[in-house]
């Protein structure tokens, strides 16, 4: 079985955790920030608690309204409700980028706004700023963690950028996210609340770890094959339910920074190859499935390879039963939105995308041959 994602945990990992050491954090610290040009990371234990921090640091009135996508995962949902702002849905394009049309339509009834790189496929903020004039945008880059656009890491174009590093984000580095910001008002606001996290206790960390091994055990291949998907099948959560808002704020342990600067420029050379098999499905794959087109100048870092298919539930059984793990992730975004307000129609594009969407897997421990065998498959997939 081919996963929809890989997440590698080995035991010079664990054994690397409990090493870990202050200058660990100084040195990713060095590396977030020469990658980021000199903007540096605050790390939080979630990146929806930095979504939380950043919007308070944005002087934003009571009540203000905060404009996000509804195809997203419901944790940002509950970091703008925990924050005391309202949600402003607006709509996507059939290539996963906020719709203009929509965004024109509401700007006036929003005063900030959070820019999706879903899937690490970049959006273009610059355009979205001429449509949203001067009012405070975030970056949300939790699935884009080393995606480019015209040759600038995302999270720099905004106010602000958040990204997540933890288990089902790119490569499952490190536990949590991390803020960046080259708005000095919102960084010295922000380096104020972070005086109140704290970190986690030494036992959440412990079970971190153990975590972690258990799964990185889980996601070898053989394991994964006999074991992993067939239990998470007959088991697994519907994940119907929402993502909650953490009862405490903390901070990422230790352990997870150290593991993101232990493992940065590996990351870089991993990210290469993600991007060929990437780029490699974009050939390979029927066009009857709408491969996203990246913006020209982008550089996703291939995260998930996303489709739409009105048949997807078909798609994804026939796929699993030829081997191979789809994902259809945020296929609940639209039970989810409900509880925040959402009414039926405000957004058809997202309508759409959540009932057709599907993602096959691209990441780099995948061979040419891998990535052959899944574009092949798909292609031979037809309507009974
Ligand atoms: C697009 C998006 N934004 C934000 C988040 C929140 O990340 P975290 O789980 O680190 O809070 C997620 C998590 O899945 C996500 O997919």
């Not at 939080?44 to 608690?49: C, E, N, Q, S, T």
């Not at 081997?323 to 639209?334: H, K, L, V």
Request: net charge positive; aromatic share 12%.
């Amino acid at each position: 079985m081919i996963p929809k994602l890989y997440f590698s945990f080995t035991i010079n990992d664990f054994v690397g955790e409990f090493k870990s050491h202050p200058r660990d954090f100084n040195s990713a610290h060095g590396e977030i920030e020469n990658f980021f040009n000199g903007s540096q990371p605050l790390f939080v234990r979630k990146a929806r608690i930095g979504i939380r921090m950043v919007l308070h640091a944005m002087g934003l009135k009571a009540g203000a309204a905060v404009g996000v996508q509804p195809f997203t995962c419901s944790s940002v949902l509950s970091a703008i409700k925990r924050a005391g702002f309202r949600i402003v849905f607006i709509d996507m394009d059939r290539n996963l980028r906020m719709s203009h049309e929509d965004l024109k339509n509401k700007s006036n009834a929003i005063d900030a706004l959070i820019v999706t790189h879903i899937f690490g496929f970049p959006d273009d903020v610059e355009t979205i700023r001429s449509i949203f004039g001067n009012k405070p945008i975030i970056e949300d880059c939790a699935q884009a963690f080393l995606s480019a656009y015209q040759s600038k890491p995302l999270g720099l174009s905004a106010d602000a950028g958040i990204f997540s590093t933890g288990f089902g984000k790119l490569f499952g580095i490190g536990y949590g996210g991390f803020v960046v910001t080259g708005n000095d008002t919102i960084s010295a606001n922000l380096l104020k609340q972070a005086e109140q996290l704290q970190f986690p206790s030494k036992a959440a960390i412990l079970w971190q770890s153990v975590k972690n091994f258990g799964l990185g055990m889980l996601y070898r291949p053989l394991i994964y094959s006999l074991l992993t998907f067939p239990v998470k099948k007959r088991f697994g959560r519907s994940n119907a339910s929402i993502q909650e808002y953490p009862f405490r704020e903390t901070k990422m342990p230790l352990a997870g920074i150290s593991r993101i600067a232990r493992n940065f420029t590996k990351n870089q050379q991993r990210l290469q190859r993600q991007r060929a098999n990437g780029k490699l499905l974009i050939k390979l794959v029927d066009q009857r499935f709408h491969p996203i087109e990246p913006l020209n100048g982008s550089e996703p870092n291939y995260f998930v390879f996303p489709l739409q298919s009105e048949n997807r539930d078909n798609i994804v059984s026939f796929l699993a039963s030829k081997g191979i793990e789809a994902g259809n992730f945020f296929s609940n975004s639209i039970l989810w939105v409900h509880a925040f307000g959402y009414q039926p129609g405000d957004c058809p594009g997202f309508e759409h995308i959540a009932s057709t969407l599907f993602t096959l897997p691209c990441h780099d421990y995948l061979s040419e041959n891998q990535m052959n065998y899944i574009a092949e498959t798909l292609n031979k997939y037809h309507v009974a």
